[in-house]
């Protein structure tokens, strides 16, 4: 509607939620939980992942 930019993350997690919401189950908060804890530790494990692998090809090559 507003053509912003939205990612496959966004939508599928906002999709769930929604559906959740539709149902009447009301959300599933460790549904939520497990979610919010991959979008937290994405970018800091894929940081520690690609600066090991740089470290051990430095070392390698």
């Given at each position: 509607m507003f053509g912003l930019p939205?990612?496959?993350?966004?939508?599928?997690?906002?999709?769930?939620?929604?559906?959740?919401?539709?149902?009447?189950?009301?959300?599933?908060?460790?549904?939520?939980?497990?979610?919010?804890?991959?979008?937290?530790l994405t970018l800091p494990v894929a940081i520690t992942l690609s600066a090991g692998l740089f470290w051990l090809f430095r070392q390698v090559l």
């Open positions: 939205v990612s496959t993350t966004h939508v599928l997690s906002s999709g769930v939620a929604g559906t959740m919401a539709a149902n009447g189950s009301g959300l599933q908060w460790s549904t939520i939980r497990n979610m919010l804890m991959a979008w937290v």
